[in-house]
């Protein structure tokens, strides 16, 4: 078993978050906030959902580089 530690927390959150969007963008529906608003409120991005999901998609590649 492999165990999440350190800065790749951040790595795997921005992971599933993108992966969330990507399911809400395909009409997936879920209880509580969604990954929608977490990244707009989160990371500052701005415009619709497939807007967000591709800038947050690249935001997140552009880190995993670092």
Avoid: P
């Avoid at 999440?4 to 992966?19: A, C, P, Q």
């Avoid at 529906?29 to 990371?43: C, D, L, N, Q, T």
């Amino acid at each position: 078993m492999t165990a999440i530690t350190g800065t790749d927390i951040d790595l795997f959150r921005m992971s599933v978050l993108e992966k969330a969007l990507k399911l809400e963008l395909l009409g997936m529906k879920g209880r509580g906030r969604s990954a929608y608003s977490v990244i707009k409120s989160e990371f500052g991005i701005k415009g619709n959902r497939q807007s967000v999901y591709d800038q947050f998609k690249q935001l997140r590649l552009e880190t995993l580089n670092k």
